[in-house]
């Protein structure tokens, strides 16, 4: 079982920047896809972004291509979401999860495909 703990979260103005963590505890980081989701209030928890065991393949819904940034430090049991050029739709919290799937792919879209789950963080984005 890995834990993982989420940080970087905060209240940012539309435009800006912020950048979220998430470490790991535990082993064997390396060699598991990650992924991040969000949840806005009323609304169910979804995709984000996700990246491959060695952070060769990445994936990333349409709202945030472009903007998003996912990337991930073995060496450091770390994995990251930097965000640029926030909107307001962006606010929500921020998650992030270990997949048992072998690699990155549609699977890994859902949150079926990940077994270990983050507290989350909060990111608002304001007007």
């Known amino acids: 079982q890995v834990q993982l703990v989420e940080f970087g979260g905060g209240l940012v103005q539309a435009g800006g920047s912020l950048k979220l963590s998430c470490t790991a505890s535990?082993?064997?980081?390396?060699?598991?896809?990650m992924g991040w989701f969000r949840q806005a209030p009323g609304k169910e928890r979804e995709f984000v972004s996700a990246?491959?065991?060695?952070?060769?393949?990445?994936l990333y819904t349409d709202s945030v291509k472009g903007r998003f940034t996912i990337s991930r430090d073995n060496a450091k049991n770390t994995m990251y979401l930097q965000m640029n050029s926030l909107k307001l739709e962006d606010t929500g919290v921020y998650f992030c999860?270990?997949?048992?799937?072998?690699?990155?792919?549609?699977?890994?879209?859902?949150?079926?495909?990940?077994?270990?789950w983050g507290q989350g963080t909060q990111v608002t984005v304001s007007a």
């Open positions: 535990g082993r064997a980081f390396g060699v598991s896809p």
């Open positions: 990246i491959s065991a060695s952070g060769g393949t990445t």
């Open positions: 999860a270990r997949s048992w799937y072998p690699d990155v792919g549609g699977v890994t879209t859902t949150a079926t495909a990940f077994d270990s």
